[in-house]
């Protein structure tokens, strides 16, 4: 589904990423996990068109899409849940759905993919006519993972899904990008929850001052004691 080779991202004369490679088949949870600073979310804006990449190959699907804008790689069934959230706070929930449904084949599919955001996330369907900014922290999550959703994606990337939530939101989430995959959704997530993260995967990559560091079964990588300790900071 996805093949990333020898991709190299710079911030102006700074590297941010060098020479990474990494996979997601189809069908498959992958991580990326790896201390504060060491490229993650650049590593998923650069995969969605969101920042250049300088050197290497992104495919997507066998297509390559490295150096296209966002809105082309949307096309080829890429979908995003960044880091943040970033809903738009003063339009309601229904109308922030409305515009994750924005590509042609998405809307072809509109209402079958909101009946499916309403079966994951009913309290998105409660609060439809509310300003998704006054939405809590948690809902405000809900709502932008049912926005990629409604783009109808292959492969779904998301950025640090748990980030800022209660322990028993962050439960919710994680069975729902579980629940995701198991429809066919290829998933790549970038998550501070080391454990939780590697446990949900099946496979992950360690990333480590824009490198990768370590990759493999994430059970390996799990039981890796020294890797816990020295590169994620996990006794």
């Known amino acids: 589904m996805l093949e990333v080779r020898g991709v190299d991202v710079f911030y102006g004369e700074a590297q941010a990423l060098r020479e990474l490679d990494l996979e997601v088949g189809d069908g498959e949870i992958v991580c990326i996990v790896g201390p504060n600073g060491a490229g993650k979310t650049t590593l998923v804006q650069a ?12 495919r997507v699907g066998g297509v390559e899409v490295a150096g296209q804008p966002a809105h082309l790689v949307c096309r080829t069934g890429v979908a995003i849940v960044p880091e943040g959230r970033r809903i738009f706070p ?11 449904a924005y590509r ?8 079958e993919s909101l009946a499916w955001v309403h079966e994951l996330f009913p309290r ?4 439809a006519g509310q300003l998704a900014g006054s939405l809590s922290g948690g809902e405000q999550q809900m709502l932008a993972i049912g926005r990629a959703l ?8 998301m950025d640090e899904p ?48 824009g490198r990768i560091a370590l990759s493999g079964a994430s059970g390996e990588l799990l039981a890796d004691a020294e890797l816990r300790r020295s590169v994620l900071g996990v006794s």
């Open 162 to 209: 748990s980030l800022g939530l209660a322990p028993v939101i962050v439960d919710g989430v994680f069975d729902v990008i579980g629940e995701i995959n198991r429809s066919g959704v290829s998933v790549l997530l970038v998550e501070q929850n080391v454990e939780r993260a590697l446990e949900l995967a099946s496979r992950g990559y360690v990333l480590s001052e």
């Open 90 to 100: 003063g339009m309601s929930v229904a109308d922030n759905l409305e515009l994750g």
């Open 104 to 111: 042609a084949a998405a809307r072809s599919a509109r209402e």
């Open 47 to 58: 995969i969605a068109g969101m920042l250049p990449v300088a050197r290497g190959s992104v």
């Open 150 to 157: 409604m783009a109808r994606p292959r492969l779904l990337l």
């Open 124 to 127: 998105l369907r409660e609060r």
